[in-house]
Nanobody, 119 residues
Framework: QVTFVESGGGLVQPGGSLRISCSASGATGTIYVMAWYRQTPGKERVLVAHMTRDGRTFYAEPVKGRFAISRDNSKNTADLQMNNLESDDTAVYFC?????????????WGPGTQVTVAL
């Protein structure tokens, strides 16, 4: 069982930056991918970015060039640096992870952290 806890959300103006953090605990040795997702009301949760244990990254098209994921394997943390934020980035952001060669999320979905981009 792995638990992921998100933190660092808030209100930011368009064009601004925000860094959100994820901390994992429990059976962290099973985590191969750490990922950030986001969800807006009435829509499905979508993958924003992920990083494998060996440092390979993926970014969804809408955030390429603006968001950067980083990971500290020794601390079981993953941060998402979000720059040049747009109103469409407003969402609840969730963190989760996967074991190698598995698409099944390791942790239960928590409350996430709200990011609001507005004047």
């Amino acid at each position: 069982q792995v638990t992921f806890v998100e933190s660092g959300g808030g209100l930011v103006q368009p064009g601004g930056s925000l860094r959100i953090s994820c901390s994992a605990s429990g059976a962290t040795g099973t985590i191969y991918v750490m990922a950030w997702y986001r969800q807006t009301p009435g829509k499905e949760r979508v993958l924003v970015a992920h990083m494998t244990r060996d440092g390979r990254t993926f970014y969804a098209e809408p955030v390429k060039g603006r968001f950067a994921i980083s990971r500290d394997n020794s601390k079981n943390t993953a941060d998402l640096q979000m720059n040049n934020l747009e109103s469409d980035d407003t969402a609840v952001y969730f963190c989760n992870g996967n074991a190698k060669n598995s698409l099944r999320p390791l942790g239960r979905w928590g409350p996430g952290t709200q990011v609001t981009v507005a004047l």
